[in-house]
């Protein structure tokens, strides 16, 4: 199970953290990730992180303006938003890599709104 918290209005320029916490069986985790989905549009790739090494791959949309990281003991991955855009206004989900290198485990998303 994935839970996302974090999210919010913001305006632009602004920065929010969004976190999601995983519970369950995480052992066989190869790496969690971020997606987003604008009104309107399809789920797209934000970034990703390899829970065995830390590597980290991003959109670039976002690249210089997002940050991923994660906590292996509190099983739980970030995703630091800065200089945000009104573009960047969507409902993020969270989502892991379990047993294989497809997203198959989501969670129910947060809604990140940024003002002009």
């Known amino acids: 199970q994935l839970v996302e918290s974090g999210g919010g209005l913001v305006q632009a320029g602004g920065s929010l953290r969004l976190s999601c916490a995983a519970s369950?069986?995480?052992?066989?985790?190869?790496?969690m990730g971020w997606f987003r989905q604008a009104p309107g549009k399809e789920r797209d790739f934000v970034a990703r992180?390899?829970?065995?090494?830390?590597?980290?791959n991003y959109a670039d949309s976002v690249k210089g303006r997002f940050t991923i990281s994660r906590d292996n003991a509190k099983k739980t991955v970030y995703l630091q938003l800065n200089s945000l855009k009104p573009e960047d206004t969507a409902v993020y989900y969270c989502?892991?890599?379990?047993?294989?290198?497809?997203?198959?485990?989501w969670g129910q998303g947060t809604q990140v709104t940024v003002s002009s």
């Open positions: 989502a892991a890599q379990v047993g294989g290198f497809t997203f198959n485990y």
């Open positions: 992180v390899s829970w065995s090494d830390g590597s980290t």
């Open positions: 369950g069986r995480t052992f066989n985790t190869y790496a």
